[in-house]
Protein backbone atom coordinates (compact mmCIF):
# COMPACT_ATOMS: atom_id res chain seq x y z
CA UNK A 1 0.00 0.00 0.00
CA UNK A 2 1.57 3.16 -0.96
CA UNK A 3 2.22 4.98 2.21
CA UNK A 4 1.29 8.21 0.18
CA UNK A 5 -1.96 7.31 0.48
CA UNK A 6 -2.81 5.03 3.82
CA UNK A 7 -0.03 5.79 5.81
CA UNK A 8 -1.20 6.03 9.58
CA UNK A 9 0.38 9.62 9.06
CA UNK A 10 -1.89 10.44 6.20
CA UNK A 11 -5.33 9.54 8.46
CA UNK A 12 -3.83 11.53 11.45
CA UNK A 13 -3.33 14.26 9.66
CA UNK A 14 -6.57 14.32 7.94
CA UNK A 15 -8.30 13.93 11.49
CA UNK A 16 -5.82 17.00 12.65
CA UNK A 17 -8.07 18.59 9.72
CA UNK A 18 -11.33 17.45 10.70
CA UNK A 19 -10.70 19.19 14.32
CA UNK A 20 -8.56 22.38 13.63
CA UNK A 21 -11.04 25.07 15.10
CA UNK A 22 -12.57 26.03 11.44
CA UNK A 23 -13.70 22.57 11.06
CA UNK A 24 -15.51 22.32 14.68
CA UNK A 25 -16.96 25.89 14.47
CA UNK A 26 -18.39 24.77 10.80
CA UNK A 27 -19.21 21.29 11.69
CA UNK A 28 -20.46 21.60 15.34
CA UNK A 29 -20.66 24.75 16.90
CA UNK A 30 -22.22 26.66 13.78
CA UNK A 31 -25.33 23.94 13.73
CA UNK A 32 -26.47 24.12 16.98
CA UNK A 33 -26.97 27.31 18.88
CA UNK A 34 -26.95 25.75 22.19
CA UNK A 35 -23.26 24.80 21.45
CA UNK A 36 -22.18 27.78 19.91
CA UNK A 37 -23.32 31.08 21.74
CA UNK A 38 -22.34 30.64 24.77
CA UNK A 39 -18.63 31.49 25.70
CA UNK A 40 -16.24 28.93 25.88
CA UNK A 41 -12.96 28.44 28.32
CA UNK A 42 -10.36 25.26 28.23
CA UNK A 43 -8.44 26.24 31.68
CA UNK A 44 -10.24 23.66 33.66
CA UNK A 45 -7.98 22.34 36.01
CA UNK A 46 -8.08 19.36 38.95
CA UNK A 47 -10.85 17.20 40.03
CA UNK A 48 -13.25 20.54 40.92
CA UNK A 49 -12.64 24.26 39.83
CA UNK A 50 -14.68 27.13 41.88
CA UNK A 51 -17.06 29.52 40.32
CA UNK A 52 -17.69 31.96 42.84
CA UNK A 53 -20.39 33.98 43.28
CA UNK A 54 -21.83 37.04 45.38
CA UNK A 55 -25.62 37.22 46.26
CA UNK A 56 -25.82 39.56 49.10
CA UNK A 57 -23.71 42.77 49.72
CA UNK A 58 -22.50 43.94 52.79
CA UNK A 59 -24.99 44.79 55.80
CA UNK A 60 -24.09 47.57 57.85
CA UNK A 61 -26.33 50.01 55.85
CA UNK A 62 -27.89 52.82 57.48
CA UNK A 63 -29.49 56.49 57.85
CA UNK A 64 -27.86 55.94 61.58
CA UNK A 65 -24.10 55.73 62.02
CA UNK A 66 -24.22 53.44 65.04
CA UNK A 67 -26.65 51.21 63.52
CA UNK A 68 -24.68 50.74 60.59
CA UNK A 69 -21.67 49.65 62.28
CA UNK A 70 -24.02 47.77 65.12
CA UNK A 71 -25.37 45.81 61.85
CA UNK A 72 -22.04 45.52 59.91
CA UNK A 73 -21.45 42.19 57.71
CA UNK A 74 -19.51 40.84 55.37
CA UNK A 75 -21.29 40.45 51.61
CA UNK A 76 -21.80 36.60 51.46
CA UNK A 77 -20.43 34.98 48.69
CA UNK A 78 -19.94 31.11 47.63
CA UNK A 79 -18.53 28.97 44.72
CA UNK A 80 -20.51 26.43 42.98
CA UNK A 81 -17.57 23.37 42.78
CA UNK A 82 -17.35 22.84 39.02
CA UNK A 83 -16.78 19.31 38.12
CA UNK A 84 -16.59 18.16 34.45
CA UNK A 85 -18.54 15.17 32.44
CA UNK A 86 -17.17 13.30 29.66
CA UNK A 87 -18.14 12.60 26.43
CA UNK A 88 -17.10 10.45 24.05
CA UNK A 89 -17.86 9.33 19.96
CA UNK A 90 -15.51 6.40 18.83
CA UNK A 91 -15.22 4.91 15.69
CA UNK A 92 -12.65 2.47 13.36
CA UNK A 93 -11.34 1.96 9.94
CA UNK A 94 -11.51 -1.52 8.60
CA UNK A 95 -8.38 -2.45 7.29
CA UNK A 96 -9.87 -4.29 4.52
CA UNK A 97 -12.07 -0.79 3.46
CA UNK A 98 -8.46 1.08 4.00
CA UNK A 99 -6.74 -1.08 1.64
CA UNK A 100 -9.92 -0.94 -1.00
CA UNK A 101 -8.55 2.81 -1.43
CA UNK A 102 -4.54 1.64 -1.79
CA UNK A 103 -5.08 3.18 -5.76
CA UNK A 104 -7.34 6.01 -5.05
CA UNK A 105 -6.52 9.06 -2.41
CA UNK A 106 -9.51 11.00 -3.09
CA UNK A 107 -11.20 7.69 -1.78
CA UNK A 108 -9.46 6.95 1.11
CA UNK A 109 -9.51 11.13 2.05
CA UNK A 110 -13.10 10.39 1.78
CA UNK A 111 -13.26 6.95 3.56
CA UNK A 112 -11.55 8.78 6.98
CA UNK A 113 -13.21 12.13 6.61
CA UNK A 114 -16.56 10.68 6.32
CA UNK A 115 -15.93 8.46 9.52
CA UNK A 116 -14.51 11.50 11.48
CA UNK A 117 -17.63 13.88 10.66
CA UNK A 118 -19.77 11.54 11.46
CA UNK A 119 -18.44 11.26 14.61
CA UNK A 120 -18.31 14.80 14.97
CA UNK A 121 -21.82 14.76 14.27
CA UNK A 122 -22.88 12.48 16.79
CA UNK A 123 -21.20 14.15 19.31
CA UNK A 124 -22.93 17.51 18.64
CA UNK A 125 -26.23 16.00 18.73
CA UNK A 126 -25.39 14.55 22.11
CA UNK A 127 -24.16 17.32 23.72
CA UNK A 128 -26.82 20.06 21.79
CA UNK A 129 -29.90 17.90 23.29
CA UNK A 130 -27.56 17.21 27.13
CA UNK A 131 -27.63 21.28 26.93
CA UNK A 132 -31.69 21.41 28.19
CA UNK A 133 -31.71 18.21 30.50
CA UNK A 134 -31.05 18.14 34.01
CA UNK A 135 -27.33 16.14 34.28
CA UNK A 136 -29.70 12.50 34.81
CA UNK A 137 -29.31 12.04 30.74
CA UNK A 138 -33.03 11.14 30.00
CA UNK A 139 -32.92 11.60 25.66
CA UNK A 140 -36.91 11.11 26.34
CA UNK A 141 -39.94 9.71 28.08
CA UNK A 142 -41.97 6.77 26.57
CA UNK A 143 -45.35 7.54 25.44
CA UNK A 144 -46.50 3.53 24.95
CA UNK A 145 -44.91 0.41 23.79
CA UNK A 146 -46.53 -1.41 20.98
CA UNK A 147 -43.83 -4.08 21.51
CA UNK A 148 -41.67 -3.37 18.28
CA UNK A 149 -42.13 -0.04 18.47
CA UNK A 150 -42.36 2.73 21.12
CA UNK A 151 -43.52 6.44 21.03
CA UNK A 152 -42.14 9.33 23.01
CA UNK A 153 -43.72 12.08 24.39
CA UNK A 154 -41.83 15.33 23.00
CA UNK A 155 -40.55 15.59 19.43
CA UNK A 156 -37.53 17.00 20.91
CA UNK A 157 -36.17 13.89 21.78
CA UNK A 158 -36.50 11.83 18.23
CA UNK A 159 -33.68 14.49 17.06
CA UNK A 160 -31.07 13.27 19.14
CA UNK A 161 -31.81 9.65 18.69
CA UNK A 162 -30.60 7.43 15.18
CA UNK A 163 -30.45 4.36 14.03
CA UNK A 164 -28.18 1.97 15.70
CA UNK A 165 -27.77 3.73 18.61
CA UNK A 166 -28.01 1.48 21.76
CA UNK A 167 -30.81 2.45 24.44
CA UNK A 168 -31.77 1.41 28.16
CA UNK A 169 -34.79 1.85 29.83
CA UNK A 170 -35.03 3.75 33.63
CA UNK A 171 -38.05 4.25 35.68
CA UNK A 172 -36.86 7.99 36.88
CA UNK A 173 -34.87 10.69 34.78
CA UNK A 174 -31.29 9.96 35.81
CA UNK A 175 -30.98 11.80 38.65
CA UNK A 176 -34.18 9.18 39.88
CA UNK A 177 -35.33 6.39 39.57
CA UNK A 178 -33.80 2.63 38.51
CA UNK A 179 -32.08 1.30 35.64
CA UNK A 180 -33.81 -1.25 33.71
CA UNK A 181 -32.11 -4.80 33.21
CA UNK A 182 -32.74 -4.27 29.43
CA UNK A 183 -31.26 -2.77 26.17
CA UNK A 184 -31.93 -2.94 23.01
CA UNK A 185 -30.62 -0.92 19.90
CA UNK A 186 -32.91 0.86 17.29
CA UNK A 187 -33.15 -0.15 14.04
CA UNK A 188 -35.77 2.48 12.53
CA UNK A 189 -37.43 5.40 13.51
CA UNK A 190 -39.88 7.79 12.42
CA UNK A 191 -39.40 11.20 13.44
CA UNK A 192 -42.89 12.08 12.65
CA UNK A 193 -44.76 10.00 14.68
CA UNK A 194 -41.88 10.05 17.57
CA UNK A 195 -41.29 6.21 17.21
CA UNK A 196 -38.57 3.46 17.20
CA UNK A 197 -38.76 0.45 16.15
CA UNK A 198 -36.56 -2.45 18.21
CA UNK A 199 -33.53 -4.22 16.50
CA UNK A 200 -34.44 -7.78 17.65
CA UNK A 201 -38.09 -7.06 17.57
CA UNK A 202 -39.37 -6.21 20.70
CA UNK A 203 -39.06 -3.06 23.12
CA UNK A 204 -39.67 -5.52 26.77
CA UNK A 205 -42.69 -4.41 28.94
CA UNK A 206 -41.77 -5.81 32.05
CA UNK A 207 -42.05 -3.89 35.25
CA UNK A 208 -39.61 -1.18 35.16
CA UNK A 209 -38.58 -1.73 31.34
CA UNK A 210 -39.77 0.13 28.32
CA UNK A 211 -43.31 0.92 30.07
CA UNK A 212 -45.32 4.04 29.06
CA UNK A 213 -43.90 7.04 31.56
CA UNK A 214 -40.64 5.55 31.92
CA UNK A 215 -37.32 7.35 30.38
CA UNK A 216 -34.58 5.90 27.74
CA UNK A 217 -31.20 6.48 27.98
CA UNK A 218 -28.12 5.79 26.03
CA UNK A 219 -26.16 2.97 27.29
CA UNK A 220 -23.98 4.51 30.18
CA UNK A 221 -25.60 7.62 30.21
CA UNK A 222 -28.14 6.99 33.34
CA UNK A 223 -26.77 9.95 35.89
CA UNK A 224 -23.79 10.55 33.61
CA UNK A 225 -23.86 13.97 31.97
CA UNK A 226 -23.38 17.82 32.25
CA UNK A 227 -25.86 19.80 34.46
CA UNK A 228 -27.75 21.85 31.68
CA UNK A 229 -30.13 24.55 31.53
CA UNK A 230 -33.21 22.17 33.21
CA UNK A 231 -30.19 21.60 36.40
CA UNK A 232 -29.86 25.19 36.57
CA UNK A 233 -32.88 26.83 35.84
CA UNK A 234 -35.45 24.04 37.38
CA UNK A 235 -39.31 25.07 37.17
CA UNK A 236 -39.34 23.54 40.72
CA UNK A 237 -37.49 25.78 42.68
CA UNK A 238 -34.51 23.85 44.47
CA UNK A 239 -34.29 22.15 47.82
CA UNK A 240 -31.61 21.49 50.19
CA UNK A 241 -29.59 18.94 48.29
CA UNK A 242 -26.65 20.20 47.58
CA UNK A 243 -25.94 21.55 43.61
CA UNK A 244 -21.89 21.88 43.31
CA UNK A 245 -21.73 21.78 46.50
CA UNK A 246 -23.59 25.15 47.10
CA UNK A 247 -27.79 24.61 49.18
CA UNK A 248 -29.42 26.73 46.57
CA UNK A 249 -32.52 26.87 48.81
CA UNK A 250 -31.03 29.57 51.16
CA UNK A 251 -31.42 32.43 48.63
CA UNK A 252 -34.18 31.85 45.26
CA UNK A 253 -31.66 33.56 42.63
CA UNK A 254 -29.57 30.86 42.99
CA UNK A 255 -31.87 28.56 41.16
CA UNK A 256 -32.67 31.75 38.53
CA UNK A 257 -36.32 32.87 37.72
CA UNK A 258 -39.34 30.67 36.74
CA UNK A 259 -42.48 31.61 35.40
CA UNK A 260 -45.91 29.61 34.49
CA UNK A 261 -47.79 30.75 31.21
CA UNK A 262 -51.07 32.35 32.44
CA UNK A 263 -53.10 33.10 29.40
CA UNK A 264 -55.72 35.30 31.54
CA UNK A 265 -52.36 37.61 32.32
CA UNK A 266 -50.19 37.32 29.07
CA UNK A 267 -52.49 36.89 26.21
CA UNK A 268 -49.76 35.09 23.86
CA UNK A 269 -46.01 34.07 23.41
CA UNK A 270 -44.64 37.51 22.80
CA UNK A 271 -46.11 39.21 26.19
CA UNK A 272 -45.12 36.11 27.98
CA UNK A 273 -41.30 36.87 26.97
CA UNK A 274 -41.80 40.22 28.05
CA UNK A 275 -43.10 39.54 30.98
CA UNK A 276 -40.51 37.28 31.90
CA UNK A 277 -37.35 39.65 30.83
CA UNK A 278 -39.14 42.08 33.68
CA UNK A 279 -39.50 39.37 35.91
CA UNK A 280 -35.17 38.35 35.30
CA UNK A 281 -34.90 42.11 35.14
CA UNK A 282 -36.07 42.36 39.15
CA UNK A 283 -33.70 39.71 40.35
CA UNK A 284 -31.09 42.11 38.29
CA UNK A 285 -30.42 40.38 35.50
CA UNK A 286 -29.98 41.58 31.69
CA UNK A 287 -31.19 38.70 29.63
CA UNK A 288 -29.87 39.38 25.85
CA UNK A 289 -31.17 36.06 24.28
CA UNK A 290 -33.49 33.42 24.46
CA UNK A 291 -33.99 29.59 23.19
CA UNK A 292 -37.19 28.58 22.17
CA UNK A 293 -38.29 25.24 20.25
CA UNK A 294 -38.73 25.43 16.08
CA UNK A 295 -42.32 25.57 16.44
CA UNK A 296 -42.46 27.81 19.57
CA UNK A 297 -40.69 30.00 16.98
CA UNK A 298 -42.84 29.74 14.48
CA UNK A 299 -45.90 30.71 17.09
CA UNK A 300 -43.79 33.49 17.89
CA UNK A 301 -43.47 34.77 13.97
CA UNK A 302 -47.16 34.64 13.83
CA UNK A 303 -48.41 36.48 16.46
CA UNK A 304 -45.62 39.25 16.29
CA UNK A 305 -47.11 39.65 12.66
CA UNK A 306 -45.59 42.39 10.64
CA UNK A 307 -44.08 43.70 13.89
CA UNK A 308 -41.31 40.91 13.62
CA UNK A 309 -38.01 42.17 13.13
CA UNK A 310 -35.17 39.57 12.57
CA UNK A 311 -31.39 39.68 13.36
CA UNK A 312 -28.55 37.49 13.69
CA UNK A 313 -26.96 36.57 16.77
CA UNK A 314 -23.08 36.07 16.65
CA UNK A 315 -21.78 32.81 17.75
CA UNK A 316 -18.24 32.19 20.16
CA UNK A 317 -15.57 30.38 19.06
CA UNK A 318 -13.58 27.60 20.59
CA UNK A 319 -11.01 30.21 21.78
CA UNK A 320 -13.54 32.26 23.35
CA UNK A 321 -13.40 35.13 20.59
CA UNK A 322 -16.72 36.52 18.45
CA UNK A 323 -16.89 33.82 15.81
CA UNK A 324 -17.17 33.86 11.91
CA UNK A 325 -20.69 31.60 12.04
CA UNK A 326 -24.58 33.13 13.64
CA UNK A 327 -27.85 32.35 13.89
CA UNK A 328 -30.71 33.76 12.67
CA UNK A 329 -33.29 35.61 15.88
CA UNK A 330 -36.50 37.28 15.98
CA UNK A 331 -35.76 40.62 18.18
CA UNK A 332 -37.60 40.90 20.86
CA UNK A 333 -38.01 44.45 22.82
CA UNK A 334 -38.55 44.58 25.89
CA UNK A 335 -38.20 47.16 29.19
CA UNK A 336 -34.62 45.16 29.77
CA UNK A 337 -33.64 46.00 25.99
CA UNK A 338 -33.45 43.57 22.88
CA UNK A 339 -33.77 40.16 23.56
CA UNK A 340 -33.25 37.73 20.52
CA UNK A 341 -34.95 34.77 20.48
CA UNK A 342 -33.68 31.93 19.01
CA UNK A 343 -34.91 28.65 17.80
CA UNK A 344 -33.48 25.05 18.45
CA UNK A 345 -34.86 22.14 17.60
CA UNK A 346 -33.37 20.28 20.79
CA UNK A 347 -35.47 23.01 23.29
CA UNK A 348 -38.53 21.25 24.43
CA UNK A 349 -41.98 22.54 23.50
CA UNK A 350 -43.22 23.42 26.48
CA UNK A 351 -40.15 25.80 27.91
CA UNK A 352 -38.57 28.80 26.83
CA UNK A 353 -34.81 29.78 28.47
CA UNK A 354 -34.18 33.54 28.77
CA UNK A 355 -30.42 33.94 29.45
CA UNK A 356 -27.98 36.67 29.67
CA UNK A 357 -25.14 35.15 27.65
CA UNK A 358 -22.01 36.63 30.12
CA UNK A 359 -22.83 34.67 33.21
CA UNK A 360 -22.47 31.02 30.75
CA UNK A 361 -19.82 29.30 30.01
CA UNK A 362 -18.72 26.22 28.42
CA UNK A 363 -15.80 24.80 30.68
CA UNK A 364 -13.71 22.18 29.52
CA UNK A 365 -10.15 20.58 30.32
CA UNK A 366 -8.61 21.47 27.34
CA UNK A 367 -10.38 21.27 24.16
CA UNK A 368 -13.87 20.97 24.11
CA UNK A 369 -14.10 18.47 21.81
CA UNK A 370 -10.55 16.87 20.34
CA UNK A 371 -9.08 13.37 19.49
CA UNK A 372 -7.82 11.24 22.74
CA UNK A 373 -4.05 11.47 22.75
CA UNK A 374 -1.61 11.41 25.42
CA UNK A 375 1.66 14.04 25.07
CA UNK A 376 4.12 11.10 24.88
CA UNK A 377 1.89 9.64 21.82
CA UNK A 378 0.51 11.99 19.00
CA UNK A 379 -1.43 8.81 17.70
CA UNK A 380 -5.01 9.19 17.24
CA UNK A 381 -5.57 5.86 16.09
CA UNK A 382 -5.87 2.63 18.46
CA UNK A 383 -4.76 -0.61 17.07
CA UNK A 384 -7.80 -3.09 17.77
CA UNK A 385 -6.78 -6.21 19.80
CA UNK A 386 -10.34 -8.01 18.58
CA UNK A 387 -10.81 -6.24 15.08
CA UNK A 388 -9.62 -6.20 11.95
CA UNK A 389 -9.25 -2.16 12.54
CA UNK A 390 -8.09 0.72 14.14
CA UNK A 391 -9.98 2.98 16.37
CA UNK A 392 -10.57 6.60 16.69
CA UNK A 393 -11.33 8.27 19.70
CA UNK A 394 -13.14 11.53 19.81
CA UNK A 395 -13.97 13.48 23.34
CA UNK A 396 -13.71 15.61 25.49
CA UNK A 397 -14.17 17.11 29.51
CA UNK A 398 -16.38 19.68 30.18
CA UNK A 399 -19.42 21.57 31.98
CA UNK A 400 -21.76 24.00 31.83
CA UNK A 401 -21.85 26.75 33.66
CA UNK A 402 -23.67 29.87 35.54
CA UNK A 403 -21.89 32.49 37.63
CA UNK A 404 -25.17 34.60 37.98
CA UNK A 405 -28.37 32.16 38.09
CA UNK A 406 -30.66 34.92 38.79
CA UNK A 407 -29.67 36.94 35.55
CA UNK A 408 -31.59 33.88 33.39
CA UNK A 409 -35.22 32.61 33.38
CA UNK A 410 -37.47 29.94 32.13
CA UNK A 411 -40.72 29.58 31.31
CA UNK A 412 -43.44 27.07 31.35
CA UNK A 413 -45.69 28.04 28.10
CA UNK A 414 -47.52 24.99 27.75
CA UNK A 415 -50.34 27.30 27.94
CA UNK A 416 -49.24 28.76 24.47
CA UNK A 417 -48.77 25.55 22.65
CA UNK A 418 -51.90 24.68 20.96
Known sequence: MPASIASLDNIQDILKEMTDKTSVEDLVLSKAPELGIFPKRTDFAGKYAPLPFAYAPIAGVSPDFGAAMATKADMVEDAFQITTNDMFALFSLNHKAVAATRNDAGAFYDLVSSRSKSA????????????YGNGGGALGR??????????LQ?????????????????????LTGVLGATQDAISAISRGTLTITAEDGTFSNAVGEFQAGNHIFLRGGFNNYI?????WLPMTAPGAAPFFTVVRNRDDRMGGVRRVGDAS?????????ISLAA???????????AL???????????VMGTKVEYSRVAGASMDGDVAKFSFRSIKLVTDVGEIDIVASRNCPANRVYMLQKDTWIWWSMGDWMAWMTYEDDDSKFVRHGTENAMEAR???????????????????ISVYNL
Open 120 to 131: MTAFKKVMAHAV
Open 142 to 151: IASNAGATIT
Open 154 to 174: DRSSVWVLDQNMTIVPATGDG
Open 227 to 231: RGLDA
Open 265 to 273: IDANLEEFL
Open 279 to 289: DIADFGGEPDI
Open 292 to 302: VSNQTFARLRK
Open 394 to 412: LGGYMQLACSFPSANGVGD
